[in-house]
Antibody, heavy 122, light 108 residues
Framework: QVQLQESGPGLVKPSETLSLTCTVSGGSISSYYWSWIRQPPGKGLEWIGYIYYSGSTNYNPSLKSRVTISVDTSKNQFSLKLSSVTAADTAVYYC????????????????WGQGTLVTVSS | SYVLTQPPSVSVAPGQTARITCGGNNIGSKSVHWYQQKPGQAPVLVVYDDSDRPSGIPERFSGSNSGNTATLTISRVEAGDEADYYCQVWDSSSDALVFGTGTKVTVL
């Protein structure tokens, strides 16, 4: 059973860079896509971006200028960096595995981490 | 960008059927996936590729997709089905993964 666990600071100052790591256990990070998703308190889900184990990435156009996702296959981990954060970036951040849809083009999230709350405040 | 619209809330009595809609332009041409999220927990995939269920998801959860509306149907609703539900698609024009606005299901 694949398990994902987010880790990183729970408090980040405005204008600084948010950094989170997701550790994958129970399976290899290879041959899959991996993603970050966030959810502001009391609000809906927002896709941030995904990375293929080979390193190719795709980001939400609304966040693209501030987001970097990287992968370390030797550690079975992938990471998120979000720069120039503001209070609007306060959210629970989830990491998830992405599986390509068979029926038609597309992707869905089949395994999720428990999520970690990141608060942006001075 | 592609927009997915869901009703904010749906209320249903135990044992009845809940239908949650997800509206989008020509959504019938896309694969739609559905997630259940209970308070304080991560989302759980309940339907993928319009109507398939992951292992462990009860047959009471089913999905359909046609035209401009996809629907998640929960039959014989139980108290444990009370949660937020989100639809999700991949928008090829922007190469982005998109979530619906979410629907809170309340079991009366």
């Amino acid at each position: 059973q694949v398990q994902l666990q987010e880790s990183g600071p729970g408090l980040v100052k405005p204008s600084e860079t948010l950094s989170l790591t997701c550790t994958v256990s129970g399976g290899s990070i290879s041959s899959y896509y991996w993603s970050w998703i966030r959810q502001p308190p009391g609000k809906g889900l927002e896709w941030i971006g995904y990375i293929y184990y080979s390193g190719s990435t795709n980001y939400n156009p609304s966040l693209k200028s501030r987001v970097t996702i990287s992968v370390d296959t030797s550690k079975n981990q992938f990471s998120l960096k979000l720069s120039s954060v503001t209070a609007a970036d306060t959210a629970v951040y989830y990491c998830a595995r992405v599986t390509p849809s068979i029926a038609a083009a597309g992707y869905y999230f089949d395994y999720w981490g428990q999520g970690t709350l990141v608060t942006v405040s001075s | 960008s592609y927009v997915l619209t869901q009703p904010p809330s749906v209320s249903v009595a135990p044992g009845q059927t809940a239908r949650i809609t997800c509206g989008g332009n020509n959504i019938g041409s896309k694969s739609v996936h559905w997630y259940q999220q209970k308070p304080g927990q991560a989302p759980v995939l309940v339907v993928y590729d319009d109507s398939d269920r992951p292992s462990g998801i009860p047959e009471r959860f089913s999905g359909s997709n046609s035209g401009n509306t996809a629907t998640l149907t929960i039959s014989r609703v139980e108290a444990g089905d009370e949660a937020d539900y989100y639809c999700q698609v991949w928008d090829s024009s922007s190469d982005a993964l998109v979530f619906g606005t979410g629907t809170k299901v309340t079991v009366l």
